[in-house]
T-cell receptor, first 113, second 112 residues
Framework: DADVTQTPRNRITKTGKRIMLECSQTKGHDRMYWYRQDPGLGLRLIYY???????NKGEISDGYSVSRQAQAKFSLSLESAIPNQTALYFCATSRPASTDTQYFGPGTRLTVL | LAKTTQPISMDSYEGQEVNITCSHN???????ITWYQQFPSQGPRFIIQ???TKVTNEVASLFIPADRKSSTLSLPRVSLSDTAVYYCLVGVRNSGNTPLVFGKGTRLSVIA
């Protein structure tokens, strides 16, 4: 079984809809991250969480919100999806003492029409 | 975090050694150099990290000159399965509250 899982793997939605992407991990890591990847732009950090009570904005948090329901679960929400949020979304985890070694999930491909 | 510059893309034939150089002129004393590999439609994965001189593992070698203003990731005898994007990151190891910053990476295409 994969250590970091993301659901759904693919999603097509319409402008204005609320969307939630979920991430679960069995690695026992405290730290979790959400990234967005667009063609030619590399990975950009949306939000990160260092423990259940800690949430931090990343480089591009506008239009997104997150929830850390438990150590193992970190959800990303798009309250009102727009077409320029069409991208590949990755969740990642790391140990507190090893933030430069992150473990990524398989990604969620989101298309907003 | 120190900014990094690496080539946008590279091509290589199978069986050749590939060297990808990353420039990080503003690297700080406490910064480490970390490389990630991302296959198409997958998340990135950590491949190697170093501070100075040379580091080697089962996947790659990392060469860092004395001034540490650049580093070179070396992939020996590449195969088609090495086609991927390679990211160079610089930052304080286990940096606590500072998240990683991924750039655009280098897209390596291995040709048969």
């Amino acid at each position: 079984d994969a250590d970091v899982t993301q659901t759904p793997r693919n999603r097509i939605t319409k402008t204005g809809k609320r969307i939630m992407l979920e991430c679960s991990q069995t690695k026992g890591h405290d730290r979790m991250y959400w990234y967005r990847q667009d063609p030619g732009l590399g990975l950009r950090l949306i939000y990160y969480s260092f423990d259940v009570k800690d949430i931090n904005k990343g480089e591009i948090s506008d239009g997104y919100s997150v929830s850390r329901q438990a150590q193992a679960k970190f959800s990303l929400s798009l309250e009102s999806a727009i077409p320029n949020q069409t991208a590949l979304y990755f969740c990642a985890t790391s140990r507190p003492a090893s933030t430069d070694t992150q473990y990524f999930g398989p990604g969620t491909r989101l298309t907003v029409l | 975090l120190a900014k990094t510059t690496q080539p946008i893309s590279m091509d290589s034939y199978e069986g050749q050694e590939v060297n990808i150089t990353c420039s990080h002129n503003n690297i700080a004393t406490n910064d480490y150099i970390t490389w990630y590999q991302q296959f198409p439609s997958q998340g990135p994965r950590f491949i190697i990290q170093g501070y100075k001189t040379k580091v080697t593992n089962e996947v790659a070698s990392l060469f860092i000159p004395a001034d540490r203003k650049s580093s070179t990731l070396s992939l020996p005898r590449v195969s088609l399965s090495d086609t991927a994007v390679y990211y160079c990151l610089v930052g304080v190891r286990n940096s606590g509250n500072t998240p990683l910053v991924f750039g655009k990476g280098t897209r390596l295409s291995v040709i048969a």
